[in-house]
């Protein structure tokens, strides 16, 4: 039997597309193996956000290349942001098969053998390149790709340049797709997109609509959004927060600085005080919701004045986690450009700081969650260290001590005390379906 391969970096996004990819190969007969094993068809789907995923997804490519070299016979697909952007690269490497542009991945297992290029300009393309999967690999929750681009062009993000422009899919593909994976046993969905809130404006429709549809589908457990721009929270959407049943206690909300001035310089479309406003919004619907936001260190022009300004924003607000990323220059973009670049010690020294107050915050989330018996929701993904573990509807991490066979169930908890990682938890309801 043929074998499949592949590597996925970056965004969840990536991660649902490969499993579409690799999804169509597995019907036509080919068997999944690990990436470092033998196969005949290796798949990587490339990552640009830093320097470091850049090099990550070159590492990759050489490994395949490297099995290439021992048969000749394989086949080497590259796809996903860093070859949209350096494509030139990419052939620089070897004897790559096919590299496929963002929008054509659903055309990988078709082209692969008929030697047709399938490589266009991402700023060209305005159709949602609709895939689909039956399942997700090594996944329990299912990962569903509803929109893609993004029109924003922030000053330091080579996204848009890799992804193109806002486009989504059709409202009744993802409810199709939804209904599909149900069929196999999933039950809790996260919708994913490069720029989320902006599913459907093109075409008139909005994320809140595709929710309240959703919502009603018998079989969907849990709704789980991925990352959505603050000034997104339209109050359509929260409204739909406001009467959903199904919507997971967890938001992760893009930040990037906590100073106007350099959320003004990096083109960023609010202020600190529009962030945080949203922020309240969100505890007033779900007093004990969960909220993550994402935040870079040394952005150009960041001064210690500027840092410090950050620093007492975060130090005071009322979040759950914090995802630090340091800057990583992006050819193309503006912040290239621009004065002031940062030290390197003082960006992980700055980011140190950041993670630190990340680690105080979440560790009372947890106090807080335990003390006030917050009812937890749950699909059980495998055991590990004797406990049966899953991600919670609040993102706290719960273990569960049974003898019982409980993978792929979902389970009503509730929080019993701390341990390293997260929450050990006692199960209330189990679901019987």
């Not at 030697?115 to 329990?140: C, Y």
């Not at 989504?168 to 490069?194: A, H, P, T």
Request: glycine share 6%; aromatic share 10%; net charge positive.
């Amino acid at each position: 039997m043929k074998k499949v391969a592949s590597i996925t970096f970056g965004c969840k996004i990536n991660q649902y597309e490969t499993s579409c990819i690799v999804d169509e190969f597995n019907q036509a007969g080919y068997e999944d193996t690990d990436f470092n094993n033998p196969a005949d068809v290796y798949i990587i789907n490339t990552c640009t956000v830093t320097n470091r995923t850049d090099y990550k997804s070159r590492n990759a490519i050489r490994k395949a290349l490297a099995q290439k070299q021992i048969n000749p016979s394989v086949k080497v697909v590259v796809t996903g942001c860093y070859s949209q952007r350096k494509k030139e690269e990419i052939i620089a490497l070897g004897d790559v098969d096919l590299i496929a542009d963002n929008n054509s991945k659903s055309k990988i297992f078709s082209k692969l053998n008929s030697g047709d290029l399938i490589f266009k300009d991402i700023n060209e393309q305005h159709n949602f390149d609709e895939i689909s999967t039956t399942r997700m690999i090594d996944k329990t929750r299912a990962f569903i790709k509803i929109q893609d681009g993004c029109d924003y062009y922030c000053a330091y993000c080579a996204i848009p340049y890799a992804r193109g422009h806002s486009r989504s899919s059709k409202r009744e593909n993802v409810l199709k797709q939804i209904k599909k994976l149900i069929d196999n046993g999933y039950k809790e969905f996260v919708l994913g997109g490069i720029n989320l809130g902006l599913y459907g404006v093109e075409a008139g429709y909005s994320l809140a609509e595709l929710l309240y549809e959703i919502e009603k589908i018998e079989g969907v457990k849990l709704i789980r959004l991925s990352s959505i721009e603050p000034q997104l929270f339209t109050d359509e959407l929260l409204e739909y927060l406001k009467q959903s049943k199904k919507i997971c206690h967890h938001f992760h909300i893009p930040l990037q600085a906590g100073c106007d001035e350099l959320l003004t310089k990096m083109g960023r479309r609010y202020t600190t005080a529009q962030f945080e406003n949203t922020i309240n919004k969100l505890r007033t619907i779900f007093p004990d919701v969960a909220i993550g936001i994402d935040v870079i260190s040394g952005l150009p022009g960041e001064t210690d004045e500027l840092f410090q300004k950050t620093h007492l924003f975060l130090t005071n607000l009322d979040f759950t986690y914090l995802h630090v990323f340091s800057y990583s220059k992006r050819p193309g973009t503006r912040a290239e450009k621009m004065k002031d670049h940062v030290n390197g010690k003082i960006i992980k020294q700055r980011s140190n700081k950041l993670i630190a107050i990340s680690e105080t915050k979440l560790g009372k989330y947890i106090d807080y969650i335990i003390k006030n018996k917050i009812e937890l929701q749950g699909v059980i993904e495998h055991r590990k260290n004797g406990y049966w573990t899953a991600l919670s509807d609040h993102y706290v991490r719960v273990y569960i001590n049974s003898n019982e066979n409980l993978e792929k169930k979902y389970l009503h908890l509730t929080p019993v005390s701390k341990n390293d990682y997260g929450i050990e938890a006692n199960i209330i309801v189990r679901d019987i379906k």
